[in-house]
């Protein structure tokens, strides 16, 4: 069974997953008191599905971008976990891509080529990246990042769409935002999403599609063998 955490926004999110199926998911929102409650909460999780740290193979973590605060205490977290089960496979996920993740058949079905991922940065503004959605005979990617992470106002979509060439009616919007979008950019369209914050679920299911193609995950800039924090600019407490 694989385990999957994710707090880059305001929530923390946990997922429980089988090979082949979600087994329990939970989602609480936090204030100032993630480090506090990470490790119980986890361990009532596993718990309440009658199982223990010793029944899972793999953990997987949302490495940011995002709060700062979510970012750093989620990572400790993990390492933490892995060094008192040494056996149990750890994999960290770009957050922007597990949101992508979530909306990629939403996208397929708008006939969009692009999926644009957007997350607060607490600062005013939003951490952004674009991904393609790749073609599901030919390729064994999900989809692929086309630019680098960059921090952006949102009355600069714009602005960003010409700047990487983007034709607006092939792009899903998803994430911090984008209800102001709508109506705004002719063409664009918006995920309808109740909730577009990365999470758990999505971060959980982009590594097991990675994991059971076998795909090498170098250089993917979506998926890491290894755990480290992804941050954009110089951190802070949030």
Request: with cysteine; aromatic share 8%; glycine share 6%.
């Amino acid at each position: 069974m694989f385990i999957s955490i994710e707090s880059s926004s305001s929530d923390l999110s946990v997922a429980l997953l089988g090979k082949e199926r979600l087994i329990d998911r939970l989602t609480i929102p936090i204030k100032n008191e993630l480090s506090e409650i990470i490790i119980p909460t986890i361990k009532n999780f596993l718990t309440h599905n009658g199982i223990t740290f010793k029944d899972i193979s793999t953990l997987v973590v949302g490495c940011g971008p995002g709060s700062f605060t979510g970012i750093r205490v989620v990572v400790a977290a993990a390492k933490g976990i892995q060094i008192s089960n040494d056996y149990m496979k750890v994999i960290g996920i770009n957050s922007l891509a597990a949101l992508a993740m979530s909306v990629l058949e939403e996208a397929r079905e708008k006939n969009c080529r692009y999926i644009i991922s957007s997350i607060d940065t607490k600062r005013g503004d939003i951490f952004v990246q674009t991904f393609e959605v790749n073609n599901i005979v030919k390729s064994e990617f999900p989809f692929s990042v086309i630019n680098e992470i960059e921090i952006l106002e949102i009355q600069n979509l714009k602005n960003y769409l010409l700047t990487h060439k983007l034709i607006t009616k092939n792009v899903l919007f998803t994430g911090h935002n984008s209800e102001l979008l709508k109506n705004k950019i002719i063409n664009l369209k918006t995920s309808m999403q109740d909730n577009q914050n990365s999470n758990a679920l999505s971060a959980g299911k982009l590594a097991l599609h990675f994991i059971d193609k076998n795909i090498d995950f170098k250089n993917t800039g979506i998926i890491f063998n290894s755990l480290k924090p992804i941050y954009i600019r110089y951190p802070e407490i949030n």
